[in-house]
């Protein structure tokens, strides 16, 4: 597969002050896809701007005619299934076809208990996660959904016209554990994952490269139970939380090495964030364009 180059853009800025122009850039750089993350609001952002994710990427599909645009990642810590269908069906339509839903189960962030809940364990994570995709699946190609979940239901749900991909808009599947990689390898068009946060502080870029061999390997076998040719999922790497860190938008050149190696992991998509000063992601915003325009020639 050849590689496709993304970013993130997150949901910090006023649309009529820098928002609007952050995604039209994008376009005219040539990005494939530009995602925001699907959050109330994220950690060391959480007491700065911090817009909706769906309301900003229907901007987006207005400002835009081109690009693809998506979620990395929405989670089912303030979300459902029913309620969400609509809104993607909605922002399907708007964008002409142009939406992919990166979706992931969730962490233990300010998300986790901003609508009052407690904070989830990792198992019971897992297991709405297990059952939000399948039923947001349905939702997304059936016109009339009942179903009883021990978590998540639907009665009569409808969703007309359905969407304008077919069968469904696609989705990126965040996973890294055995269940996880089960319904990417059952419910997704694309596999995400930001490496092992294990490493992230203390690791190599030679440990977290053997990671995510591990990672993939294991998304191969899962979808070889599942009797699906895994070379045709798309893989995709979210940058910025490897030991690498910062590295990979540090120079053209830092880049282009960094991209080539995860390549030859299997990588088919790797996304960088558009820069935010005094931020986890400040970078010169010249080499960020020059990684967009000239990255991906010197990787063919």
Known sequence: MTLRLSTVILPVRRWHDGGRDEWTR???????????????SWRS???GPWFGAIPTLTAAAAATRR???????????????????????????????RITLGIGAGG?????????????????????????VPL????????????????????????????VQSPRIPFAVAATGPRGMKLAARHGQAWVTTGDPKLF????????????????????????????????????????????RGTPLSSLDAFVDFAGRHIELGFT?????????DSDFAADPAVFERIATEALSQLR
């Open 26 to 40: 994008a376009e005219e750089l040539g990005f494939h896809a530009a995602y925001t993350y699907d959050h109330l």
């Open 45 to 47: 952002f959480r007491d």
């Open 67 to 97: 690009l693809r645009l998506g979620t990395l990642v929405t989670s089912p810590n303030f979300r459902h299934p029913v309620t969400l269908a609509k809104e993607l069906i909605s922002l399907d339509d708007i964008s002409g076809g």
């Open 108 to 132: 233990n962030g300010f998300d986790a208990t901003a609508l009052g809940q407690e904070a989830w364990t990792p198992r019971e994570r897992a297991d709405r996660f297990g059952e939000f």
């Open 136 to 163: 947001l699946d349905r939702l997304l190609t059936e016109t009339s959904v009942t179903q009883a979940g021990t978590h998540y239901s639907a009665v009569e749900a409808r969703t007309v016209p359905g969407c």
């Open 201 to 244: 502080e203390s690791g190599t870029p030679e440990q977290s490269r053997e990671a995510l061999r591990g990672q993939i390997e294991k998304l191969g076998k899962a979808c070889a139970d599942a009797g699906r040719d895994a070379e045709a999922m798309e893989k995709i790497l979210l940058t910025g939380f490897t030991p690498d």
């Open 269 to 277: 998509e790797i996304v960088i964030h558009a820069p935010i000063p």
